[in-house]
């Protein structure tokens, strides 16, 4: 076990429900990250918190909505998703110490997500 | 802007064998280099990282990497691979030098190794 959970591990959704993934780190890290992870596509990086800010929003549409309320909890809600959003969506966190060397991530086992 | 190439989709094997998994990065400044391991239905685990110092990084489970500057590699690499190694392999990249907050790294697209009997 890497120190970081994610719950569900499974989620079957229709295209007009809501619903909401859990990340919970139980490292002491500062930041926190969303990952979503495709089928013959590069791991592409959604969000990023740092000490509960957050810090980067690589174009994620708006379906998708992060919440970071503390240090230790990361959650993306979902909205009227899509079909092509169904992927493993994973959750990782590091320590971050500025100006000082990085530490790698810690990554959960994902949620695997399908979107009827 | 930083960038990494895993140019195999797939690297095949024999069990007992050498095995290398290729990436190359590309960084504005100094990079950061990292490899990942993701076993089926599993998040993604650390296997090594390069900072500075020692060119040669060795790992968990007797994995090593190569940092190479002039070829702006990262090759992973293991003397002789096991079955159990068989998994997808990810390689990621940081430019030190980058303003940014949070680490922030790039992957590479990912290569499954398959190690047979």
């Known amino acids: 076990e890497t120190g970081v959970t994610q719950t569900p591990r499974h989620l079957v959704m229709g295209m007009t429900n809501k619903k909401s993934l859990k990340c919970e780190q139980h490292?002491?890290?500062?930041?926190m990250y969303w990952y979503k992870q495709s089928a013959k596509k590069p791991l592409e990086l959604m969000f990023v918190?740092?000490?509960?800010?957050?810090?980067e929003n690589n174009s994620v549409p708006s379906r998708f909505s992060p919440e970071c309320p503390n240090s230790s909890h990361l959650f993306l809600h979902l909205h009227t998703l899509q079909p092509e959003d169904s992927a493993l969506y994973l959750c990782?966190?590091?320590?971050?110490?500025?100006?000082?060397?990085?530490?790698?991530?810690?990554f959960g086992p994902g949620t695997r997500l399908t979107v009827l | 802007a930083q960038s990494v190439a895993q140019p195999e989709d797939q690297v095949n094997v024999a069990e007992g064998n050498p095995l290398t998994v290729k990436c190359t990065y590309s960084?504005?400044?100094?990079?950061?280099l990292f490899w990942y391991v993701q076993y089926p239905n599993r998040g993604l685990q650390f296997l090594l990282k390069y900072i500075t110092g020692d060119n040669l990084v060795k790992g968990s489970y007797g994995f090593e990497a190569e940092f190479n500057k002039s070829q702006t590699s990262f090759h992973l690499k293991k003397p002789s691979a096991l079955v159990s190694d068989s998994a997808l392999y990810f390689c990621?990249?940081?430019?030190?030098?980058?303003?940014?907050?949070?680490?922030?790294?790039?992957f590479g697209g990912g290569t499954r190794l398959m190690v047979k009997p």
């Open positions: 960084v504005s400044g100094n990079p950061y």
């Open positions: 990782a966190s590091s320590q971050e110490v500025p100006l000082a060397i990085n530490n790698e991530q810690f």
């Open positions: 918190y740092s000490l509960e800010e957050r810090v």
């Open positions: 990621a990249v940081r430019d030190i030098t980058a303003n940014n907050a949070g680490n922030m790294l790039t």
């Open positions: 490292l002491g890290h500062n930041a």
